[in-house]
């Protein structure tokens, strides 16, 4: 190794093993010499990596290694002991320190708020929300680490004319020039800077410390594209040390003149980045030498190396694509595609299983390595969870998001409850975490928790907060007073430990440093068991050690924020959560991993998976930015998005040269097709040009494998339950319309009356259809019993005031004031007119009549039951029977055939004299009343031919149904016929009818 050189080394060389081994070599295998190198890479993640691949080298040996840092990890307290004395080393060191990135962008928020107060005064709709405000601080930050990074100034804000942009993006150059003139003071206030002014400052006093007094000992930075202006100043020192050594990955050193010199104006190219770090060092590619350590070790084959050349090449050549087919380059042949493989997955989920069968396919090959490399997120999630089948940890270098983590969950849900002064839905969501046990066994906590939801939660809301739960409860039955006793001792506690924070969340105005406090110790107190504290339970294990973190930060961070309005607390903490990630720190498989691009780069392995191959995911679509659209990024100076997408190839290309390649994508993505990546894209132009279609056609195979993991080897549909109760057990006495059940549906009565099953009411439910209908019920039923002759002068206005006495409970909802009332007052003026016409032939009027009718069975007495909604003695002796409906009513058919035989058995009971009161006497007509309020209004359904040979049939039909079911032979079938199946079920689900329907019809 020479100083003051530039080497590079090659696509698919394991490029840390070459580094290691070079170094190894240049000290003359002296570990002494070798611990004097510095060494420096672009993270963290890459310096340990390093560490392993001297370890490897070294067989497992102990070696004494050089100093392995990341380039943006500069000591200033060896810097200042070194160098202390130079004047711009001193300069630097000077410098306060970083400004926390929480207080930062709370800080920014600050200055968002205040801004969006005078667009409000000036009629400008701006965000008010602290959680907006700390969501635009955020981009904020990152736009000023951009400029900062770039060596730009805010004051080129001046050069950008508002006129030439939408209006909007005017407003926002005037923030941002606000910002730039208060942000510089405010960090003099905090004794702070920008963490990239320090970063970029230390970067730049190292320079010149080495510049001033050049080590004697090798310093090589190695794996930087030298991306960030600083970096590439770093370089340039190193480039002038008399060890200084620059080590460069993938560097293109084959390729033509012409195409290397397109490089330079095509940001997108993966040699983009280092063409211009070249230049800007003063380097030709000519002079740039291979890396003497890589030249034991295997590279990706000449011709793997040739395609990847040609597939990326820039766009301005892209003509010499037709010369691939004439054989042109005789080291370029279909060959070139052999060791990769293409899976186009029909959509994520089976993207994620290819990859995770492919990772441990691996496995079974002792000492072989798998790696995904990817950059979306969410396809990393599912792979590890598909491995998880497997019990295989992977460790994922971004880790994962803090706000998903159990604890931060549960943070959140507290956040939720106490913003929604426990409203039932957060309520329930907040105590049926793993982590709330309030102080009890979990057992007898859930106990508690599921008892408060059945007696109280389930139905229309309580009133607000524990208060509103308490009065709820104490409403409860005296049948319940027990459990009533013990829900209200265990409310008590609740509230000690949640109250306050309710409290909190419900004033209008107070302290964000406050609120985060009282979130903090209000978790604790709901996550305490009777075994252990709840801090003990709420911040262990990692992401519990990151919440404790991220809480000891809130507590010096929020003091710089205004006060905020409770309730938007939730969403404050939850744009604070973003963007963190906690990482395990061990139970990682050793030999799968999945990686982001940056950490892929520098590392090799067997096989390694490049997933989420499409547009908008590899290379991503540029994020929206909401302080500068692209031109305003352009006219201010910041480097095109392009560049981006340059980084991305560069680091695609670095990941073809493994051994074996793997380049995935799903064809759909929640059900929209997707576009393939335009590298792909290239890489199947190449292909055909070199007749290596079928080389590289996707494989279907890995896919497929996965879809037969959770495939039985065959199917068989349920069988229908056939339910065959001892006949003791059997229902004995049942309501006309339960009758109607029977006949469809057997399985219902069988599930209600048999088993009691009841069905829970909704959360939280607004008033359903069925209250509507009540309600109308009522209405009509008190003005027909307060006027059951003759109307009153004004009926309108008397069926309103009924009207407003059955809705009272419920037209303090907005959606009953607004949909509700307006159809009664359309019904209210049909039915008016109804009567009017109606009481002429009427000589009496009864309503809500209750009715019995009993019948011998087989097995005894059975007995049906009946409410008649209306029941109308006519002139001419006879009875009309009536049924309000609001919502669907059985059609003439129905009535005529059986289906439904509510109002024939009703009239039954009033033939035979199974209503008190009212003397037998034949019907004449049975009649449905549509009262839903729609166009019409109203409408009538009614039978008055044949009703005596209804009712007989109906009768009929009766005696065989008690019959045919006081056989024990008889099972209760669900719907047993599916053309007359129930318009409502609420135990299909119990049936299971989806499972053994379709098998039915099939046979």
Avoid at 283 to 290: I, L, T
Avoid at 903 to 912: F, N, S, W
Wanted: proline share 9%; aromatic share 6%.
């Amino acid at each position: 190794m020479q100083g003051g050189r530039v080497y590079s080394i090659p696509v698919g060389a394991p490029f840390l093993d070459a580094l290691a081994a070079g170094l190894w070599d240049a000290s003359g295998r002296d570990p002494i010499a070798l611990s004097r190198a510095t060494v420096l890479l672009p993270t963290q993640r890459a310096a340990r990596s390093a560490a392993e691949a001297f370890l490897r080298l070294g067989d497992g040996r102990p070696m004494l290694l050089p100093a392995l840092q990341a380039l943006a990890d500069v000591d200033d307290q060896d810097l200042d002991l070194a160098h202390g004395g130079d004047a711009g080393v001193a300069a630097a060191l000077d410098l306060p320190p970083a400004i926390p990135p929480l207080r930062r962008q709370l800080l920014l928020a600050r200055l968002v708020l205040a801004y969006a107060d005078r667009l409000e005064d000036d009629g400008v709709a701006a965000p008010r929300s602290p959680e907006q405000a700390a969501r635009l601080a955020a981009a904020l930050a990152r736009l000023i680490d951009q400029v900062q990074a770039e060596g730009l100034g805010f004051e080129r804000l001046a050069d950008i004319v508002p006129a030439d942009y939408a209006e909007h993006w005017g407003l926002t150059l005037r923030f941002l020039s606000i910002v730039t003139e208060i942000w510089p003071q405010w960090l003099i206030e905090q004794g702070a800077v920008d963490p990239v002014t320090r970063r970029d400052a230390l970067m730049q006093a190292r320079a010149a410390a080495w510049q001033a007094a050049p080590p004697a000992d090798p310093v090589v930075i190695a794996g930087s594209t030298g991306s960030v202006p600083a970096t590439a100043g770093l370089m340039r020192a190193v480039l002038g040390l008399p060890c200084g050594a620059l080590v460069l990955p993938g560097l293109d050193l084959e390729s033509d003149a012409d195409a290397w010199a397109a490089v330079g104006g095509d940001p997108a190219h993966p040699q983009h980045g280092m063409h211009r770090l070249l230049a800007g060092l003063g380097v030709e590619r000519g002079d740039v030498a291979p890396w003497p350590g890589a030249a034991g070790l295997p590279a990706a084959a000449s011709g793997r190396a040739a395609m990847l050349r040609e597939a990326m090449r820039p766009a301005a050549t892209t003509e010499a694509w037709r010369a691939l087919a004439t054989g042109a380059d005789p080291g370029l042949d279909g060959s070139a595609f052999d060791g990769i493989r293409r899976i186009d997955a029909p959509g994520p989920r089976e993207e994620a299983g290819a990859i995770a069968l492919l990772m441990r396919e691996v496995l079974e090959t002792p000492g072989r390595t798998a790696a995904l490399v990817t950059p979306d997120r969410g396809l990393a999630r599912r792979v590890a969870s598909e491995l998880e089948r497997w019990e295989l940890s992977v460790d994922d270098s971004a880790g994962r998001p803090l706000a998903e983590s159990a604890p931060a969950a549960f943070l959140r849900l507290v956040a939720d409850l106490a913003a929604g002064q426990a409203a039932p839905v957060p309520l329930l969501a907040a105590l049926k975490h793993p982590l709330a046990a309030g102080g009890r066994s979990r057992d007898s906590f859930l106990r508690l928790v599921r008892r408060l939801e059945r007696r109280v939660l389930r139905g229309p809301r309580p009133g607000p907060g524990i208060d509103g739960l308490r009065r709820a409860v104490a409403g409860l039955e005296d049948k319940l007073a027990d459990e009533r006793a013990g829900l209200l001792v265990w409310l008590d506690d609740l509230d000690a430990r949640l109250g306050p924070l309710l409290a909190l969340l419900a004033e209008p105005s107070v302290p964000a440093a406050e609120v985060a406090a009282a979130h903090a110790r209000a978790a604790e107190a709901l996550a305490a068991s009777a075994e252990e504290s709840g801090a003990d339970r709420l911040w262990r294990g990692d992401a519990g050690e990151a919440l404790a973190r991220l809480f000891d930060e809130l507590r010096d961070a929020l003091e710089v924020l205004d006060a905020i309005p409770g309730r938007s607390w939730p969403g404050l903490f939850e744009a604070l959560l973003e963007g963190r990630a906690v990482r395990p720190r061990w139970g990682a498989h050793p030999r799968l991993h999945i990686l982001g691009a940056l950490e892929a780069r520098l590392q090799r392995f067997d096989r390694v998976v490049l997933g989420g191959l499409n547009e908008g995911t590899w290379p991503a679509e540029p994020a929206p930015d909401p302080w500068m659209s692209r031109p305003m990024r352009r006219d201010f100076g910041l480097p095109a998005l392009e560049r981006r997408i340059g980084l991305a190839a560069h680091d695609v290309t670095m990941a073809l040269g493994a051994p074996e390649a793997v380049l995935t994508r799903s064809t759909r993505v929640e059900g929209t097709p997707t576009v393939p990546s335009r590298w792909l894209l290239r890489l199947d132009t190449v292909a055909r040009a070199l007749g290596a279609d079928e080389r590289f056609r996707p494989d279907p195979v890995p896919a497929l494998w996965h879809g037969r993991l959770d495939r039985p080897d065959r199917t068989e549909p349920g069988a229908a339950p056939l339910p065959r109760p001892p006949v003791d057990r059997r229902p004995r006495r049942l309501s006309v319309t339960r009758i109607e059940t029977w006949l469809r549906d057997p399985y219902s009565i069988y599930a209600s009356q048999i088993l009691r099953l009841r069905r829970l009411d909704d959360l939280d439910t607004d008033p359903s259809a069925a209250e509507r209908g009540d309600a109308i019920h009522k209405a009509l039923d008190a003005f027909v019993r307060a006027w059951p002759r003759d109307l009153p002068p004004d009926p309108l206005a008397r069926l309103l005031e009924f009207g407003r006495a059955s809705f009272a409970g419920h037209l303090d909802r907005p959606g009953v004031q607004a949909f509700w009332w307006p159809r009664f007052e359309r019904v209210a003026a049909w039915f008016v007119e109804v009567e009017r016409e109606r009481r002429r032939s009427l000589s009496a009027t009864a309503t809500e009549q209750h009715g019995e009718l009993t019948l011998d069975g087989p097995a005894g007495p059975f007995v049906v039951t009946g409410i008649a909604d209306r029941i109308d003695r006519l002139a001419d002796g006879s009875y009309a029977i009536v049924d309000y409906k609001t919502g669907g009513n059985p059609s003439k058919g129905e009535l005529k055939s059986g289906s439904a035989p509510q109002l024939p058995l009703e009239a039954l009971m009033l033939e035979r004299g199974g209503f008190p009161g009212l003397p037998t006497a034949p019907v004449s007509s049975l009649a449905y009343w549509r009262v839903g309020g729609g166009e019409p209004p109203g409408r009538i359904d009614e039978v008055a031919d044949g009703v005596a040979d209804l009712v007989a049939e109906a009768e009929a039909g009766l005696r065989d149904l008690v019959a045919t079911f006081d056989d024990p032979a008889t099972p209760y079938h669900a719907v047993p016929d599916a053309a007359r199946r129930p318009r409502f079920n609420d135990y299909e689900h119990l049936a299971r009818i989806g499972e053994w329907a379709a098998g039915e019809e099939d046979g």
